[in-house]
């Protein structure tokens, strides 16, 4: 999965990334672990997780406690196969729910990294900025701690990551602590960033 660096405002480190909720317990849970690590993350939401069970709330708290949130879409679809209003619809019904609480420029995060030349002019045209990643922990595949014993080399291996996870996946939760330790004993090298 290709990066685009020049779209990442002051990418530095390591940035953790988690796509596809809010989820109404997982994402307080990690929330929780976040704060007890003094780490701030960046959370790509989907529309239709924000308007379920007022998880609108779990945004608001992400926001206050220093979290980046970006858009993610609401249906989670591929935006190649759609038309531009399509788009349009897919990112600014999302952007209804969760507007108070981005800042700029917006960071937007297209379903499976699909995009094309169409679809990133339609995302610029909407004042948001790609953000795409370089470390993919697979961690909704390996619903263990296998996800973090294959990210683990990768970051190693790089000066700047963004780590794809899932908030979505209990495994993720009860795994990546195990992933902030590693990177963490690694201080020398590594820093945790966020998006500014
Ligand atoms: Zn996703």
Do not use: C
């Not at 990334?17 to 672990?33: E, I, K, Q, V």
């Not at 499976?112 to 993919?136: F, H, K, P, Q």
């Amino acid at each position: 999965m290709n990066i685009k660096y020049d779209s990442l405002i002051g990418l530095s480190e390591v940035m953790l990334t988690f796509n596809d909720g809010p989820h109404s317990t997982l994402t307080p849970r990690l929330l929780d672990l976040l704060k007890e690590e003094n780490i701030k993350a960046m959370f790509f939401v989907l529309g239709i997780n924000v308007a379920a069970n007022n998880n609108i709330k779990i945004v608001k708290r992400a926001f206050e406690e220093g979290h980046i949130i970006g858009n993610h879409t609401y249906f989670h679809r591929n935006l190649r196969s759609l038309s531009d209003f399509e788009i349009q619809t897919e990112i600014l019904n999302t952007e209804g729910f969760i507007k108070d609480y981005m800042k700029t420029p917006k960071p937007f995060r297209p379903p499976y990294g699909a995009t094309n030349s169409r679809i990133n002019r339609i995302v610029r045209e909407l004042g948001y900025v790609n953000v795409l990643w370089n470390v993919d922990t697979l961690d909704w595949k390996d619903k263990s701690i296998k996800w973090v014993k294959s990210a683990i080399p990768q970051i190693y291996a790089r000066e700047y990551n963004v780590v794809l996870m899932h908030d979505t996946y209990e495994s993720t939760i009860n795994n990546v602590l195990e992933l902030i330790k590693a990177i963490k004993g690694k201080k020398e090298r590594y820093e945790f960033i966020s998006y500014v």
